[in-house]
């Protein structure tokens, strides 16, 4: 009988609602196939790099087979990652892709198992310029500006502003977390009490804004996009506090990554950009 081969996931926070549904449906997806042993592990929050770091480091000692990994931070994580294949471990990045020129640097190549953030921000953006009209005055709130992923959302955000015509009063980074953003976006809305939409890097950071203007009595008259279709959006959206957000499909997303893992495994090489289905939700 041969031996299953054991994959690690790597994921962020499992305090967000995106990893926690991940999680379940990968361990769902190794349950199903049963040729494969999955082992997963998520940060506490979605800002230490240092224990996702140490994850790796661990699969790495225990010298699984494969590994994929969601970085939070796009830089910090080449190292790491350059050590596990060293080690003749099997890396698929999924979902926020890896510093590309640092793993050039290295002399690694790597398939990336991912939406286009960019692309799927401006579908969502647009839905926000369109609700206010040119000349609107909005906000952006932003993820961790090391992570791949919150730059090119960011970019899309940026790229329906100009496009539309909007005003962007500022901007400010919440790291992906609600509480943060419920201070962030306070600091904001004192300065800018005129503001007219808010462009928000996930749904968990547009859930903190909505708290705001929800203590303001403002939610639902200043219009709010999110990313990633957390569980709470669809009643944020028909209680009219959301007016839109975009689904990324993260248990999918990990499936795939997986299944080119094991792929990998079995001596296929797998390069470039696997592009992962978005779809936007209203």
Known sequence: M???????????????????????????????????????????????????ISFVEELVGKRVDAIVVIPIDSKALVPVIVKAIKSGIKIANIDIL?????????GVELAFVGPDNEEAAKMVGDVLAKKIGRGGKVIII?????????????????????????????EGVASWETDKAMQVFTDLYQKFPDVQGIFCGNDAMALGVIKILESWGKAGNVVVVGF?????????????????????????????GIDYALRALKGE??????KTKTELIK
Do not use: C, H
């Open 98 to 106: 890896l510093d590309q020129d640092l793993l050039k640097e290295a």
């Open 2 to 52: 041969n031996k299953k081969s054991r994959v690690g996931l790597v994921m962020k926070s499992l305090e967000s609602d995106f990893f926690q549904k991940m999680k379940k449906g990968a361990l769902e997806y190794a349950e199903k196939r049963n040729d494969f042993e999955l082992i997963t592990v998520g940060t506490l929050n979605q800002t230490n790099v240092d224990m996702q």
């Open 142 to 170: 932003n993820g961790i500006p090391e992570a791949m992923n919150a730059q090119q959302r960011r970019k899309g955000f940026i790229a329906s502003i100009e496009e539309y015509g909007l005003n962007l009063l500022g």
């Open 228 to 256: 990633d279709n957390d569980t709470s959006s669809s009643q944020l959206i028909r209680d009219g506090k959301l007016l839109a957000t975009i689904d990324a499909f993260g248990t999918e997303m990990a499936a795939q």
């Open 269 to 274: 090489k797998i390069n470039g950009w696997i």
